[in-house]
T-cell receptor, first 112, second 115 residues
Framework: GDSVTQMEGPVTLSEEAFLTINCTYTATGYPSLFWYVQYPGEGLQLLLKATKADDKGSNKGFEATYRKETTSFHLEKGSVQVSDSAVYFCALVPYNTDKLIFGTGTRLQVFP | GAGVSQSPSNKVTEKGKDVELRCDPISGHTALYWYRQSLGQGLEFLIYFQGNSAPDKSGLPSDRFSAERTGGSVSTLTIQRTQQEDSAVYLC?????????????FGDGTRLSIL
């Protein structure tokens, strides 16, 4: 069945460091891809999305590109801040449904 | 408020009791989803409502779980004869319409603890 695999955390970085969180997927057809973020004590929020191959989603300095050839949707940010500390979830919606399938989440900790 | 509202925020109950969790979606959102977030299983889809269509119940883990959506708005997730493995955060989400291009907006969840 459809699934998402993302790197285990925690990822620990110093402020202004470059961030990559890897995400790969297995799906039939052409899913839509998402990154959700959960800040401490808060609910899940959509960070960015891409609905077709080669699309780039971006928001708040984060970017991810839908790579069909490598079935990947890696999250990147050029310069992280302490306020980016959160749990990041990669997710997909299969082409013939509307339900989100999530990865296990990656905790990011950014220190000053 | 304008977001998805869930109640209660926390629920502690004894094994074997029934519980009801409530979700009030964003006004105008026709699609409503329930997910479960637990330590062992991560985030799992439970059930999905879209307008007047039959719900997609494919994620419900057992027949002890059921959900309804009255009047196309508020939804209730019911767990009968609760077990300890039901302990989790139950999340509700809503979206404007069917289709992955419409993002799902999540509530803060109900943290359910089964003693």
């Amino acid at each position: 069945g459809d699934s998402v695999t993302q790197m285990e955390g925690p990822v620990t970085l110093s402020e202004e460091a470059f961030l990559t969180i890897n995400c790969t997927y297995t799906a039939t057809g052409y899913p839509s891809l998402f990154w959700y973020v959960q800040y401490p004590g808060e609910g899940l929020q959509l960070l960015l999305k891409a609905t077709k191959a080669d699309d780039k989603g971006s928001n708040k300095g984060f970017e991810a590109t839908y790579r069909k050839e490598t079935t990947s949707f890696h999250l990147e940010k050029g310069s992280v801040q302490v306020s980016d500390s959160a749990v990041y979830f990669c997710a997909l919606v299969p082409y013939n449904t509307d339900k989100l399938i999530f990865g296990t989440g990656t905790r990011l900790q950014v220190f000053p | 408020g304008a977001g998805v509202s869930q109640s209660p925020s926390n629920k502690v109950t004894e094994k074997g009791k029934d519980v009801e969790l409530r979700c009030d979606p964003i006004s105008g959102h026709t699609a409503l989803y329930w997910y479960r977030q637990s330590l062992g299983q991560g985030l799992e889809f439970l059930i999905y409502f879209q307008g007047n269509s039959a719900p997609d119940k494919s994620g419900l883990p057992s027949d002890r779980f059921s959900a309804e959506r009255t009047g196309g708005s508020v939804s209730t997730l019911t767990i009968q004869r609760t077990q300890q493995e039901d302990s989790a955060v139950y999340l509700c989400a809503s979206s404007l319409a069917q289709g992955a291009v419409q993002p799902q907006h999540f509530g803060d969840g109900t943290r359910l603890s089964i003693l």
